[in-house]
């Protein structure tokens, strides 16, 4: 599949900035009720990893379990899209460079995290593998008058598991951008990760996840195993 006909595989609405095969930001440890349930300290600058740009999927394709996790968790998260290229920004002008957001879920093997945090070893394992970054339709930045004003959501068979307002960041969407920014350019079409709020938990083979921004956004994904 080319770029343009993957992109319209599954997607209803596309716009110019919503393309599969562009850079994944992800934050981590954003919200400190999240960072408690996990046991980490909270983080005095961002931390941040990426996904390769094949891990996205979207809705009508599966949510994998990688073969060799046995523990795959869900985390909801506000995603923001780049719409101009953002290099060294600062804080008060990195809302310019925003295109829109999107509904994403940052699928983790937990198993495989542990192991890596233990071993001192990248994440790539355990967040990068193929179908980690369910993302919904975009959604242009003129649908939302203020991204720290959102409550995002997640069900697993009908289930709230997740529940967070995107006020409850720790760093905001602006100095995230700037921060990341000062550390490589940030180009149309990227999608920052904002972090996931408390309440991440397991899913397994058949179960239906469905998660949105309320009164904005929703979408559903089902789970199955990879092997
Ligand atoms: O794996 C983690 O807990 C870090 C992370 O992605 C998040 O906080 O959203
Ligand atoms: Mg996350």
């Known amino acids: 599949l080319t770029r343009s006909t993957a992109a319209m595989a599954g997607s209803k609405q596309l716009s110019r900035f919503w393309e599969w095969g562009r850079n994944i930001v992800c934050v981590g440890r954003n919200y400190a009720e999240h960072a408690k349930e996990m046991g980490s300290a909270l983080p005095a600058e961002p931390l941040f990893f990426l996904k390769p740009s094949s891990a996205y999927v979207r809705e009508g394709s599966p ?3 990688p073969y060799y996790c046995r523990n ?3 985390e909801v998260e506000l995603g923001v899209v780049i719409g101009r290229r953002a290099r060294a920004v ?3 002008e990195a809302m310019e460079h925003v295109a829109g957001y999107a509904l994403c879920l940052d699928m983790t093997a937990r198993d495989t995290q542990e192991e890596c945090k233990k071993k001192g070893l990248p994440w790539t394992l355990a967040k990068g593998f193929a179908s980690s970054c369910p993302v919904s339709d975009f959604v242009p930045k003129e649908k939302i008058p203020d991204p720290h004003k959102l409550q995002i959501w997640l069900k697993v068979n009908g289930k709230l598991r997740q529940e967070g307002d995107t006020s409850s960041m ?6 995230l951008i700037s921060y990341i920014s000062h550390v490589f350019p940030l ?3 990227d999608l920052i990760l904002t972090g996931s709020p408390k309440g991440v938990g397991s899913v397994e083979a058949n179960d239906e996840i469905e998660a949105g921004i ?3 956004v929703s979408m559903r994904f089902k789970v199955a195993h990879e092997f």
């Open 187 to 189: 180009e149309e079409g």
């Open 170 to 175: 720790i760093f905001s969407i602006p100095y």
């Open 214 to 216: 309320r009164d904005v």
């Open 72 to 74: 795959l968790h869900h």
């Open 63 to 65: 949510i994998l379990r």
């Open 90 to 92: 600062p804080e008060a």
